[in-house]
């Protein structure tokens, strides 16, 4: 893994190939007040080709959301140019304002300022089930 | 009771929680002149955004019973909400008002919302196809007073598994209790949801679906007949095409136990034949008088009263 330009901040790794950009969007990085930069289709030895996103700042990282994306994804925190901590994702058990009920019986189908909230359910097969009705969460294919 | 309950799931309350409500109940039924003042000045609001009869009624006649006064609406055109107002609002509302709520609605998790904001009380009284936990209570209490025990018991569920809420609130309850078997009857469209299925064999629960009454009924201790929902389909050719999946007559139960009770939310539509009423074993009505006399103990529970 690469540190170098950053100082004070952290190094998302093993992003799969080609997610960078949505990953950067999902963590709001163009908002930030400091360097960002997406390196992509780096070679590695674990998955063949990922994603480096680097954040030269002190940014703070919901790494609920990171994990219901990726747990593949590790954190680097780094300090004074240092591996400060490396944190390995896993599977949130909650989310909260992240993913969105589509079931039409749900309340927050009609209360648009509830913000939707979901449990995990199964880690195994990463199913989560909305807190209001228990429907569970399907991805859009 | 210092700490604010609600009752939104029927798993919100512990067996030892549910004994003690049936207990209640039991002495309600034995002494009902010790509770006739017990609510004296209290307001129950029955917050009744869907039509109901039997559920509002008995909320009604439960507190009325405890010497406790009544208010609320009982559908959404005659409440604030034909205005656009949210859940919560009404709820912080209607809590000005009364000690205790008892809501229905047609969105799935909208009392949890209301459990939210209130600072009293709410009573989860049916919400869209999601929980029913004081019907449940009901057939427990029934259950109890016809079987004498909530274990050791074979249960069949018959007619809309899928978007009857009373059967999934009442599966959750049961699993609590041991030895308890289910046998699910219904077509297939109209099957157990997913999440009660894997709820069964997580806890190991011997389950199992049949798409015909009479195969399932010599095994049965309790038939839980439920009506096809016409309100719960958004294509009504699909109601059309299965509404009349299962009938219970009469001669259906000569192959059954001669202590099996047959059970029902209400309101039945075709489901159950009237001559089913004459027999025994039926046990509806039944039903609905102990839904008044569980929900007066329940009243009672979250007032902290007993």
Known sequence: MNLDGVTNGIVLDHIQAGKGWDIYNLLGLEKVDCTVAIIQRVSSTKYGRKDIIKVDGDVD?????????????????????????????????????????????????????????????????????????????KEKK | MSELRHLINITDLSVEEIAHLIDVADDIIEHPEAYQDICAHKKLATLFFEPSTRTRLSFTAAMMELGGNVLGFDQAASSSTAKGESVSDTIIMASCYADIIAMRHPKEGAPFVAAKHSSVPVINAGDGGHFHPTQTLTDLMTIHRKRGELGNLTIGLCGDLKFGRTVHSLIEAMIRYDNVRFIMISPEELDLPSYNKETLDAKGIEWKEVRSLEEAMPELDVLYMTRVQKERFFNEEDYIRLKDSFILRRNMLETA??????????????????????????????????????????????????
């Open chain 1, 61 to 137: 990282i919901d790494l609920d959301v990171l994990g219901y994306f990726d747990t593949n994804i590790t954190v680097n925190r780094i300090k004074d140019r240092e591996l400060l901590k490396k944190v390995h994702l896993k599977l949130p058990e909650t989310l909260t304002g992240v993913i969105q009920c589509r079931n039409p019986r749900c309340i927050t189908s009609v209360e648009q300022e509830i913000v939707h909230q979901f449990k995990l359910a199964d880690p195994e097969n990463k199913k989560y089930r909305c807190v209001y009705c228990d429907t569970v969460y």
């Open chain 2, 257 to 306: 136990k001669e202590d099996m009770i047959v059970m029902h939310p209400l309101p039945r539509v075709n489901e159950i034949s009237l001559d089913v009423d004459e027999d025994p074993r039926a046990a509806y009505f039944f039903q609905a008088l102990m839904g008044k006399y569980i929900r007066m103990a329940l009243i009672l529970f979250m007032l902290g009263i007993r």
